[in-house]
C-alpha cells in the first residue's frame, strides 16, 4: 500500500477516466506585474498537483497548449477534462521553464479536503486576532499541553448556532481536564461581543476582522471545527453542522484528555 509521507496515511491512488469534471488541487492567484501565467499561490496535500510536483510559487504558463494568463482559466481549462485525464503543464519556477504531467483526479468534497490538508499535521499558527470573550493566549504554542476545540464560526451563520451548547457543555465538562474551547469569527469585535452574548456563548471568542486566521485554516465553509491535541497536533476536522460528527469529536477528545471511554453525554 501506497502511503502519503506527510500524513501516515494511504495515499490517493490517480483514478480511472470517469464522467467527473478534472480536480487540479491548487490555490491561484494573478501573479506581480510583468510576469506571465498563474501564480500557485497554494498546493493542497494529496491533490494531482502536489504528485506532478508543482509548487508554491510556480507559475503556470499552458495547460496543454492553450495559454492561461487569469485563475478562471485554469479552472475552465482543468473543468473540462475528465477525472482520470492526463494534462501536461507548463510552468515556470525561479526564471527556468519546466514541463509537468498531471493526472487529475475527481474534487473531494469539504470535509476529505480539509482532512487530507490538516489532519495528523501541526496546527497553523494564529494570526494576529482581537479577544472579544474571556481569557486566550496570544498564541496556539501558549496552549501546549492542554486539548483545545477550535471552532471557526459567524453570526449570521445559522448552522453555527447548533453547535454552540455542544461546545458550551465540552468546555464545562472537559474544561477542568485540560481542554479548551476557542470561537474565532471574522465578525468585527463589536459584533462578535454582541452575538457571543445573545446566542450564550460561555467559552472564550477571537475576532479574526482580516481574515489571516481564517484563511491560513482554510475555514472558507461554517462552522469549521479543529481538534488539536496537547502536542498541537490537529486529530479532528469538520466542516458543517453533524450532531453524529460531534460525537464523534467527542469521543476523539475525550481520548485525547485522558477521560474515561464511556459514551458522549448529551448538551446541556
Known amino acids: 500500500m501506497l502511503l502519503d509521507p506527510k500524513s501516515e496515511k494511504p495515499a490517493a491512488a490517480p483514478l480511472a477516466e470517469s464522467d467527473e469534471p ?3 488541487g491548487v490555490e491561484l492567484a494573478l501573479p506581480p506585474t510583468g510576469q506571465a501565467g498563474v501564480l500557485v499561490r497554494d498546493v493542497l496535500r ?5 504528485r506532478s510536483g508543482l509548487l508554491e510559487g510556480d507559475r503556470i504558463l499552458r495547460i496543454d497548449s492553450e495559454a492561461v494568463v487569469r485563475p478562471p ?4 481549462i482543468v473543468s473540462s477534462h475528465r477525472a482520470g485525464e492526463r494534462v501536461g503543464l507548463a510552468v515556470q519556477r ?8 498531471v493526472m487529475l483526479d475527481v474534487r473531494p ?18 494570526k494576529p486576532l482581537a479577544t472579544v470573550r474571556g481569557s486566550v493566549p496570544g498564541t496556539l504554542a501558549e496552549l501546549r499541553g492542554r486539548v483545545v476545540v ?13 453547535s454552540i451548547p455542544t461546545l458550551n457543555a465540552w468546555k464545562d465538562r472537559y474544561g477542568a481536564q485540560g481542554l479548551t474551547v ?22 472564550p471568542v477571537l475576532s479574526d476582522e482580516a481574515g489571516d486566521t481564517t484563511r491560513v485554516y482554510r475555514a472558507l465553509a461554517l462552522p469549521t471545527l479543529f481538534v488539536i491535541d496537547r502536542d498541537g497536533t490537529v486529530r479532528d476536522v469538520m466542516v458543517g453542522y453533524s450532531s453524529s460528527r460531534l ?21 446541556g
Open 22 to 24: 478534472g480536480w487540479l
Open 46 to 50: 494529496g491533490s494531482p498537483a502536489e
Open 73 to 76: 482559466d485554469v479552472v475552465r
Open 94 to 101: 525561479a526564471g527556468a521553464d519546466r514541463l509537468l504531467a
Open 109 to 126: 468534497d469539504q470535509n476529505a479536503l480539509m482532512e487530507r490538508e490538516f489532519l495528523n499535521s501541526p496546527a497553523p499558527a494564529f
Open 150 to 162: 477550535l471552532e471557526f464560526w459567524a453570526s449570521w451563520c445559522v448552522a453555527c448556532r447548533m
Open 182 to 203: 476557542l470561537g474565532v469569527t471574522m465578525d468585527p469585535p463589536g459584533l462578535a461581543t454582541e452575538a457571543s452574548i445573545e446566542l450564550g456563548i460561555d467559552y
Open 247 to 267: 460525537a464523534e469529536a467527542e469521543v476523539k477528545l475525550r481520548e485525547l484528555i485522558g477521560a474515561p471511554a464511556t459514551a458522549p453525554l448529551p448538551p
